[in-house]
T-cell receptor, first 109, second 116 residues
Framework: GEDVEQSLFLSVREGDSSVINCTYTDSSSTYLYWYKQEPGAGLQLLTYIFSNMDMKQDQRLTVLLNKKDKHLSLRIADTQTGDSAIYFCAEGHNNDMRFGAGTRLTVKP | NAGVTQTPKFQVLKTGQSMTLQCAQDMNHNSMYWYRQDPGMGLRLIYYSASEGTTDKGEVPNGYNVSRLNKREFSLRLESAAPSQTSVYFC???????????????FGDGTRLSIL
């Protein structure tokens, strides 16, 4: 099965908060990442959190990490139509990075 | 600042043909990677190069070869293309910070490859 799991779809209204969830299996992961992919483009690094942190905030983005449950979430405040994209969760340590299948976020006006 | 540049952006091949996907990075990163992206499956690592002169297999290496030409360039070769290799291919690079720990990876815009 998948090492990193995410739900495939999320739909929100413009102005609402979006929360994208991710679970991972490797407790030795040193970094956990969120990437954004817009249509026809590569993956853009949004933010990442080191495994000894619980939370990281960067403007509209908040990352929460629960190491006990191996659960990572990305909250986007005041979601805009430009936030519509696929969001990938990834875990990494050493040379290995494992990606989830991606969550397609649709923002309705 | 170009970051990670991949060529070509699109390619259509016939079964059995060969081709090389090119990747170059201008961030002086030590580590480089090749992934393939298929619908509903996220990204899967094909090969990586932890440093110039070294390459290692990832999760799905069969049917591919790689060359780390120098620190900047990492190419992926399909010797005899098969329809199952139809995919979007991404190259990435990252800086190694010691004892196997890498900084986040930076991605190119991808090569969309169709094999008929």
């Amino acid at each position: 099965g998948e090492d990193v799991e995410q739900s495939l779809f999320l739909s929100v209204r413009e102005g609402d908060s979006s929360v994208i969830n991710c679970t991972y299996t490797d407790s030795s992961s040193t970094y956990l990442y969120w990437y954004k992919q817009e249509p026809g483009a590569g993956l853009q690094l949004l933010t990442y959190i080191f495994s000894n942190m619980d939370m990281k905030q960067d403007q509209r983005l908040t990352v929460l990490l629960n190491k006990k449950d191996k659960h990572l979430s990305l909250r986007i405040a005041d979601t805009q139509t430009g936030d519509s994209a696929i969001y990938f969760c990834a875990e990494g340590h050493n040379n290995d990075m494992r990606f989830g299948a991606g969550t397609r976020l649709t923002v309705k006006p | 600042n170009a970051g990670v540049t991949q060529t070509p952006k699109f390619q259509v091949l016939k079964t059995g043909q060969s081709m090389t996907l090119q990747c170059a990075q201008d961030m002086n990163h030590n580590s480089m990677y090749w992934y393939r992206q298929d619908p509903g499956m996220g990204l899967r690592l094909i090969y990586y190069s932890a440093s110039e002169g070294t390459t290692d297999k990832g999760e799905v290496p069969n049917g591919y070869n790689v060359s780390r030409l120098n620190k900047r360039e990492f190419s992926l070769r399909l010797e005899s293309a098969a329809p199952s290799q139809t995919s979007v291919y991404f190259c990435a690079s990252s800086e190694r910070v010691g004892r196997g720990i890498n900084q986040p990876q930076h991605f190119g815009d991808g090569t969309r490859l169709s094999i008929l």
